[in-house]
């Protein structure tokens, strides 16, 4: 009889702490995980949903640890591994996420996340110089299948790296595509004239185009964007081509459900925090509110969009 007793006296001791630590979740500083560089589109991002978190959370401490390198491959694999309890989520984006999984590069999978939703995006454009003869994807297209064209993208298995890809299928043309370190380098190529175009996100161009310096020929999205209002989308030149970069949130998938359910509900305020709209507005930044179910799903359907490429042309 004792012999029973003492395994379950053992197991009720271990669970109080548990319990006791859900029910006053946060009890400590939450790291935001940021699988980049300070200063980028993805680390704006964590620090706009800090600014609104405090809004709910005011006692609760939040602190960004950037893990850059590897396309966020070093960062995804610090959030899987990080103790389960609460105190260390991080972000996501894609392409990337993904693509590390499908070319078996990762120390991951989907299933080592619980998703808690996302929060923007980034749509994906196709820019060339400044003084290019290139005004549209049919022009691109028509040079692409005269000549051998060097276009930048911002590293291989990228959401630019992919929607080239598409690109290529669809308009039957293959690209000298050239991988960058990031968007750095991408603007100082389109900028300088060294590439003949570069698929990129909007944010990393936007300025650039408005001033005149670079020309956005496309965007690669279901409508226009009411910032740049006259760029015609690829489907309405005749290539159904879409791509976007997500930026979204998640954590150990381990986590004690009672956390995880007070972390998505303070995602879900975030999202409909009509404050934090306004600031990613100002910031240029394009929301697409995704549920923790909607963005598991976009993600393992983007998954098997990119493994089907990745098996086409393995990278």
């Known amino acids: 009889m004792l012999k029973r007793i003492i395994p379950v006296a053992v197991a009720m001791c271990m669970a109080l702490p548990l ?16 699988p980049s560089k300070a200063g980028g589109s993805t680390d704006a991002t964590a620090r706009l949903f800090i600014i609104a978190a405090k809004k709910f959370w005011p006692d609760a401490e939040f602190v960004v640890k950037n893990v850059g390198g590897s396309g966020g491959q070093k960062g995804f694999e610090e959030i899987a591994d990080a103790k389960p309890d609460g105190q260390t989520i991080g972000m ?37 110089p400044q003084d290019s003869a290139i005004k549209s994807l049919g022009d691109l297209a028509k040079a692409a299948k005269a000549k051998s064209l060097t276009v930048a993208v911002n590293g291989i298995g990228s959401d630019d790296f992919i929607a080239a890809r598409k690109f290529e299928e669809n308009a039957g043309v293959e690209f000298n595509l050239l991988p960058t370190k990031g968007s750095t380098e991408q603007k100082a190529a389109v900028l300088g004239a060294h590439v003949d175009a570069s698929f990129m996100n909007l944010s990393q161009m936007f300025a650039q185009h408005k001033a005149g310096q670079a020309r956005i020929v496309a965007i690669l999205t279901k409508a226009r964007t009411k910032l740049l209002p006259d760029v015609q989308t690829g489907a309405e030149q005749g290539y159904p081509v879409e791509m976007t970069a997500t930026r979204g949130f ?20 975030i999202q409909a925090d009509k404050d934090f709209q306004a600031a990613a507005d100002k910031d240029n930044q394009f929301l697409l509110p995704m549920t923790g179910p ?9 998954q098997a969009e990119t493994q089907r490429y990745y098996d086409k042309s393995p990278w």
């Open 19 to 34: 319990a006791a630590h859900a029910a006053d979740y946060p009890n400590g500083p939450v790291t935001i995980v940021v």
């Open 92 to 128: 996501v984006f894609t392409t990337q996420v993904v693509a590390h999984v499908v070319s078996k590069r990762a120390r991951y999978t989907l299933d080592s996340f619980h998703v808690m939703g996302n929060l923007n995006d980034d749509p994906e454009i196709v820019v060339v």
């Open 250 to 269: 998640v954590a150990p998938a381990k986590t004690d459900p009672k956390i995880l359910a007070k972390l998505d509900d303070l995602f879900l305020k």
């Open 294 to 302: 909607e963005y598991l799903k976009y993600l393992r359907d983007l």
